[in-house]
């Protein structure tokens, strides 16, 4: 099979096949995710708190798999996990009409996670090896086809359970990701030949791990991703009663998750070109200042209608920091480690998404709306300032008008 470093026109080619493949398998799980999937455990019986188990089961099955699916991609190449990926994401929603109580849909949720704990690492990888220089810019596409998954498959489930039962829904679900098996077929494999003796698969996985662990970049672009989401997670869960409070209806606090997210998804792409020019670490500082300050911002607004222009800071700061930090990675990780670079990134990102929610909780029960967004806000005003200083230190890996740079070892 062709190297899909070869040309200009297989890199593309590849590009748009994934990108296609990833779109296809993200609308379709986000359409069996919200609202159907609530709905539908809360029709088998479940009380509130098993019902949030099962809604994010699947985010915690990927914070323990991505690192060891990424090693495993290193290993036997992208592809062969992407059909894994694509045999979970088509498969699986057809189970859920064998589904008949609460407990029985968690363990189905857990597996059905495989899918995206496969999907984030490999994907990232193999944009990343298909990029060159433009690597920040792709990924910032990629990204955007990805975030448009998550508007068009909830709005798509809202839609059919108009006329249609869950199980038909999940029927349909599976339906369309099947689809995405054309495109992954005819993806061109990234990883390059070799004829050297490889490692016994349990040593390979060890010292890929370890590798990766002594990477900085890796932990840093986990960490910066983590605290951004922590942020994030935390306003998408409680901007509605913030909107409560603030006189505002609920449809005011869907419109901030709306700005925000056509924000980011529109400059996913103008970020990732900008953290090509002007350094990776760069825009990551700028996107964590601009973070800060829209948290900063969200904890002073007096109406409804204000709520929307910590929404837009909100959504130019995603669109600054994501592709920023996943270049960093495919920059200063060698290729034969990247994808459990990649992995090791998204259980921290996982690690955000989950935590968010929780520590915002929290410190809204002690303290209140304003106090806990001025923390966050001031937390990530001060971590840019670290991040600034690493910059400094780093040098090579904030540019790409520079030579390739290797990872830090300090």
Avoid: C
Wanted: glycine share 12%; proline share 6%.
């Amino acid at each position: 099979m062709a190297d899909a470093a070869e040309t200009p026109d297989v890199r593309s080619r590849g590009f748009a096949l994934i990108t296609s493949a990833d779109f296809i398998v993200r609308s379709a799980y986000q359409m069996g995710k919200s609202p159907l999937l609530p709905l539908y455990a809360a029709a088998l019986g479940a009380g509130d708190i098993l019902l949030g188990f099962i809604v994010s089961v699947s985010t915690l099955t990927g914070m323990v798999l991505k690192p060891l699916v990424g090693v495993l991609s290193d290993r036997w190449g992208r592809r062969v996990w992407l059909l894994a990926g694509t045999a979970f994401f088509a498969g699986m929603p057809f189970v859920y009409a064998l589904v008949n109580t609460p407990e029985q849909l968690f363990v189905v949720r857990i597996i059905h996670g495989l899918a995206t704990a496969i999907y984030g690492p490999v994907t990232l990888a193999y944009v990343a090896e298909l990029s060159g220089k433009r690597r920040a810019e792709r990924l910032g596409w990629f990204s955007t086809a990805r975030n448009a998954g998550y508007v068009v498959g909830p709005a798509a489930a809202g839609w059919m359970l108009l006329t249609m039962d869950p199980v038909a829904v999940f029927t349909v679900v599976g339906i369309l990701s099947s689809a995405a098996f054309i495109p992954v077929l005819l993806l061109p494999e990234t990883a390059p030949k070799t004829s050297r003796r490889r490692a016994p698969v349990l040593s390979q996985i060890r010292q890929a791990l370890m590798t990766g662990g002594r990477t900085p970049a890796v932990w840093l672009a986990g960490g910066l991703d983590a605290g951004v989401f922590v942020a994030v997670y935390a306003v998408k869960t409680f901007v509605p009663l913030l909107a409560l409070s603030l006189g505002a209806n609920v449809a005011m606090a869907g419109a901030f998750l709306a700005v925000q997210e056509a924000v980011h998804l529109a400059l996913n792409p103008v970020g990732g070109r900008l953290s090509d020019r002007l350094g990776y670490l760069t825009m990551v500082v700028s996107g964590m200042v601009v973070l800060g300050s829209g948290l900063l911002l969200l904890s002073v607004v007096g109406s409804g209608l204000a709520l929307l222009a910590p929404a837009i800071l909100m959504g130019v700061a995603q669109a600054l920091v994501f592709p920023s930090t996943v270049a960093l990675v495919s920059a200063t990780v060698k290729g034969d480690n990247l994808g459990v670079g990649m992995g090791l990134v998204g259980s921290m990102k996982n690690v955000g998404k989950v935590a968010g929610p929780v520590l915002a909780g929290a410190l809204i029960a002690w303290l209140d709306f304003t106090i806990t967004f001025q923390i966050m806000g001031a937390a990530l005003l001060l971590g840019a300032i670290g991040v600034r200083i690493t910059a400094q230190r780093w040098g090579g890996p904030i540019s790409t008008h520079r030579p390739e740079p290797k990872a830090p070892t300090a």
